[in-house]
């Protein structure tokens, strides 16, 4: 019958070397790299130094066996020596888990028995079948000693007589003791045979093994090379996964209560949890809404930290979330929500369950209830206005207990609407717009359409400077575009002049403000009156037509003193609110020199409030030259941290046009986007700048990477699971290339899917734009779209992989002392240079020495960097910079040192070259 095996949690860990020798004590395991002992179990671990170097161990319930050169050496639970006795030509020990006797085979072929309390011998006998294995495979059965030498079995009584023996097929590679009665052999050639006490084979068969503990209680510990995994060999031959993480070396007690796991120098314990009997489980809620979320409750009723996984199903309901794990400290509690996805036409109730590892843990009998008011509904409000159209959001919400599919605006779409919730669309619509028509499988309703767009308001107001303002003030939560027009008319000293005006294009942010500076008519510096007409034509009907009154010389601000006419409108355009002062017309910056009229260009940029983790975001600059000559504008965007300077060449613009830069950006492992600044230059002029901006990132629960080389035919794909459903990739459509495969990819939550797609031809060099297809695996038809980037590069390699842990011998004690940094290089290449420097306020100014740089650090190689800090333990915080060089990368890491839970931990971020921004330019003239 198979056993029923622990499910385990982090305990501990601690920095290790190189592990040379392990045992398998009755509660704890026992670890040495040669130079110190580390005793472990589920309350923490003993270190142990001793004065030679230890080659291998043996352990019992009350002391730990230590072979140093010709010394066996044992220590007690707490770390004392309590004997010490010379054996010559030590080899190997092993010991009777009840604490009798100690058995340790000499390399002379002698077994010698040596008494547990006090280190007496208590035997000395030949090694059987000396003649044909060197050092023997040994291990205690009870108060027995099995030895595996060659295809030989032998078990002596603890006189060290031979009391049995038989031989097996092949040649033998360990022997390890299950239970009391139970002998396991693994061989040289991939095989387990289990012998009972008396010799005689119980079964074997073929595993993929390549470590197996010395003892086990209940089943046998082994690292399962085909799983990457720690197993369990039961009695029966069963050979199941216990625990999902191996590494470089590995210790378990026989009890099965503490597994300790060697990775990149760390030893990381585990202990067993408690059992799921010890959880109890309840529904929260007394009904059910389709569309909604039932909370189920998980509390650890037990005295030792839980873990179990939770599945949750019901009769004539859909869930959402069927199932996950909970990690639960005692008397810790959780409450996790499952959506209720749709309810069964008819149904008057719903029977849920909840299970726990597979065992029925709660049932509950909910009556459904019914949603109120219309079944489906329908909004819609305007969000942006530009060249005569209107982005329009529609939100629908589903109100029934059935989802609403292939739903879209004007027309059938693909999206779908669960029970209770709400899905909003983004369309374009030609103005005016007041009603949408939402229709699918199921659904025919009307939105109608909000917009506060007639209320722009224009004012017209004189000045003393020989100009008027014509201000556009958008007092709305709407960006919209509409067209200016002034018109001027009047005359001056009874002398009557003709009607002039001007005609612009605006663009406002919302709760923004948009000023045309206009120069009076006339040449008079007198007060003199005209008529003044302002209006907003293409989507607003706001008009302000009164007499204003100008004194002054219409000079322009930007030419040189004492020139005779006046110049054309400017404008500027600032965000709101709309309260605040307009800017003075004509403020730009450059210099006139004589015979040479600066270039004046207006820069207006405009971007979303917020970005989504890899899908393309777009940024918009749009520079307009108000001079009365062309213009050559180059928009010089400054280097960030992320992306590198950038200068985009402009056509040279006549008076009055405009071009648009568009800039799209895709970014992943990062919660915020840099936008660089820069200037706009005329030749190497300087006439106008703009500030660098940075927007949050959403996270997506499904992101996509992708790299394509200049002249290639394939794309790297990397597709990760984020959120909590299987996703579908179906296609990746690369604009200009056509797609030479279908994907259909299905992704799990929290996988990760690495491939290559090839496409019919090679990708154009200018190709960046994709188009990602995909859908819930469990509903296909259900499909969505985003556009991302494709980084035109090779896909960077993880060659840099630089780890930060703080050294056991920090010690900081009364407001200062000394953090040890320990860095290993675990990436796949040399780094040919790293600098360390320690910032902020911990570092003492008098101590520390400053930056430190390493020329060569070899993959696998650690280093430490000693920083003299002056801080308490629980206050500090210190930053570490980290630069690291390799042949074809270099990467930046910074590291942060502070208090966890009470003790020193170090975490950062890397700079990882694959998860660097891509930035697409385009440009376009503005009609």
Known sequence: ??????????????????????????????????????????????????????????????????????????????????????????????????????????????????????????????????????????????????????????????????????????????????????????????????????????????????????????????????EDAIGAIEPDGTVEAVHDRSGSAHAVAADGSTVCVVRNGTLVAYRAAGAAADLSVAFDDDHLVPGEELTVTIQNEGDERAVATVAVDADGATVGTTAFDVTLDPGERSDRQVDVVAVESGRQSVDARVTLDGERAAETTFEVSELSGDPVTADAVVRDVSEGGASVEVMVRNDSHEPLTRVGVGSRGTATVPPGRTETFTVRRSLPVDRLSVVGQNVDVEASVESDLDEPVVSVRGRDDGWFDVRVVNETDTRFEDVLRVEVSGSVEADPFPAAGATRPVEIPPR???????????????????????????????????????????????????????????????????????????????????????????????????????????????????????????????????????????????????????????????DELTLAGGVVTDGDERVESFGAASVPVDPNPLLIRLWAPVGASTLDVVVENTGDRPRIVTQIAVRGARNGETIDEVVDPGETVDRSVSMTDSIPDDAVRAAVEHAPADDPDATAYFETLVARRERPGRTVDLSAAVAPETDIADGYGEVVLRFTNEGDATLDAVTVEATGAAPDDYLYYGPESFESVESGESFTHRVDVDADADELRLPVDVTTETADETASESVVVESVDGSLAASGRRDDPALRPVVLVTTAREE
Request: net charge negative; hydrophobic share 40%.
């Open 1 to 226: 019958m198979a056993a029923e095996h622990h499910r385990y949690v982090r305990s501990h860990a601690f920095e290790v070397g190189d592990v040379v020798a392990t045992a398998s004590g009755p509660d704890y395991a026992a670890v040495t790299d040669g130079e110190r002992v580390e005793l472990v179990d589920t309350d923490g671990h003993v270190a142990v130094e001793l004065d030679a170097p230890v080659s291998a161990l043996a352990a019992d319930r009350t002391r730990t066996y230590c072979l140093c050169e010709s010394d066996v050496t044992a220590v007690s639970r707490g770390g004392a020596v309590t004997w010490r006795v010379d054996v010559a030509d030590a080899q190997e020990l092993t010991a009777d888990p009840a604490g009798t006797f100690v058995v340790v085979a000499t390399s002379e072929g002698e077994l010698v028995g040596l008494d547990a309390d006090v280190g007496t011998e208590r035997f000395r006998v030949p090694q059987p079948h000396r003649d044909v294995a060197g050092a023997p495979n040994v291990t205690c059965l009870g108060d027995s000693v099995v030895l595996a030498s060659w295809s030989f079995v032998t078990v002596l009584d603890d006189r060290g007589e031979t009391v049995a023996e038989t031989s097996i097929d092949g040649a033998a590679e360990s022997v390890s003791s299950l239970g009391d009665d139970r002998i396991l052999v693994s061989t040289k050639d991939g095989r387990l045979v289990c012998l009972d006490a008396e010799g005689e084979v119980a079964w074997e068969h073929r595993a993929d093994v390549s470590w197996v503990a010395e003892s086990g209680d209940e089943w046998v510990a082994a690292v399962l090379d085909d």
């Open 512 to 670: 923004g403000t948009f000023v045309l500076a206009y120069p009076a008519p006339g040449t008079s510096a007198d007060e003199r009156a005209f008529e003044v007409t302002a209006s907003l034509d293409g989507v607003s009907a706001s008009v302000d037509r009164r007499r204003v009154r100008v004194s002054g010389l219409a000079v322009d601000p930007l030419r040189r003193t004492g020139a005779s006419e006046p110049s054309g409108a400017r404008e500027r355009t600032r965000a709101g609110p709309a309260s605040e002062p307009a800017l003075p017309a004509g403020s730009g910056e450059g210099d006139a020199s004589a015979g040479n009229v600066p270039a004046s260009v207006d820069v207006e940029r405009s971007f979303g409030d917020t970005a989504t983790a890899g899908t393309a975001f777009v940024e918009r600059l749009t520079v307009e030259n108000h001079s009365d000559r062309p213009v050559a504008p180059v928009v010089r965007f400054e280097a960030t941290d992320e992306t590198p300077s950038e200068r985009v060449e402009l056509d040279s613009l006549d008076p009055g046009a405009a071009t648009r830069v568009t800039r799209r950006h895709a970014a992943w492992g990062r």
